[in-house]
């Protein structure tokens, strides 16, 4: 069955600092990757998604992801963190429409 | 234009009553979801509505969950007899399908429902 990982329930990261989340994806083929964001009583917002060609993506607020299939893995990262970057992310893979599972999800924190 | 919205946004309940929740997807999208998100934990899929095809209810925890979408637009999701465990944030997206490919979702600010 296809599954997601984060690893990480909660990051703490300097401002300025620079970001890696991880994100782990179980299925056979390559399924649609996509990363959101969820700031404190927000909805979820596109951050940046892959569906093929080039394996880096870049999407908004700086952040970019690679796309590394021999790892099954999407990481997600930004070079120089900001204080307004603090929110929950979220990984999600999809084979369809009606089949995106999302990761449970990654806390991000920013010491100023 | 506007975007995904859902009512009401806060939702207190006794324990057995029945609440519905509603969702105004984004003007022209054709597939909406339903999740719901628990304290801590990530989005767990509910239901899926595309275009005039029968729903995928696959992620609807008991029989207790219903929901519809009139007219290929607006959708309620119906909770009876609430738990105390049915408590959590539940999440609408909307997103515009070509040939039934995952596609960006467009997600609303969410209905907190509380079941004292």
């Known amino acids: 069955a296809q599954s997601v990982t984060q690893p990480d329930i909660h990051i703490t990261v300097s401002e300025g600092a620079s970001l890696e989340l991880r994100c782990n994806y179980s299925?056979?083929?390559?399924?649609?990757l996509f990363w959101y964001v969820q700031s404190p009583g927000q909805g979820l917002q596109l951050l940046l998604k892959?569906?093929?060609?080039?394996?880096l993506v870049q999407g908004i607020k700086g952040f970019e992801a690679e796309f590394k299939r021999s790892q099954s893995s999407f990481n997600l990262r930004k070079p120089s963190v900001h204080w307004s970057d603090a929110a929950e992310y979220f990984c999600?893979?999809?084979?369809?429409?009606?089949?995106?599972?999302f990761g449970a999800g990654t806390r991000l924190t920013v010491k100023p | 234009g506007a975007g995904v919205s859902q009512s009401p946004s806060n939702k207190v309940t006794e324990k057995g009553k029945d609440v519905e929740l509603r969702c105004d997807p984004i003007?022209?999208?054709?597939?909406l979801y339903w999740y719901r998100q628990s304290l801590g934990q990530g989005l767990e899929f509910l239901i899926y509505?595309?275009?005039?095809?029968?729903?995928?209810k696959s992620g609807l925890p008991s029989d207790r969950f219903s929901a519809e979408r009139t007219g290929g637009s607006v959708s309620t999701l119906t909770i009876q007899r609430t738990q105390q465990e049915d408590s959590a944030v539940y999440l609408c997206?909307?997103?515009?399908?070509?040939?039934?490919?995952?596609?960006?979702?467009?997600f609303g600010p969410g209905t907190r429902l509380t079941v004292l």
């Open positions: 997206a909307s997103s515009f399908l070509s040939a039934g490919r995952a596609d960006t979702q467009y």
């Open positions: 299925y056979g083929a390559t399924p649609y």
């Open positions: 892959y569906f093929s060609g080039d394996t």
């Open positions: 999600a893979v999809a084979t369809s429409a009606s089949d995106m599972r």
């Open positions: 003007s022209g999208h054709t597939a």
């Open positions: 509505f595309q275009g005039n095809s029968a729903p995928d």
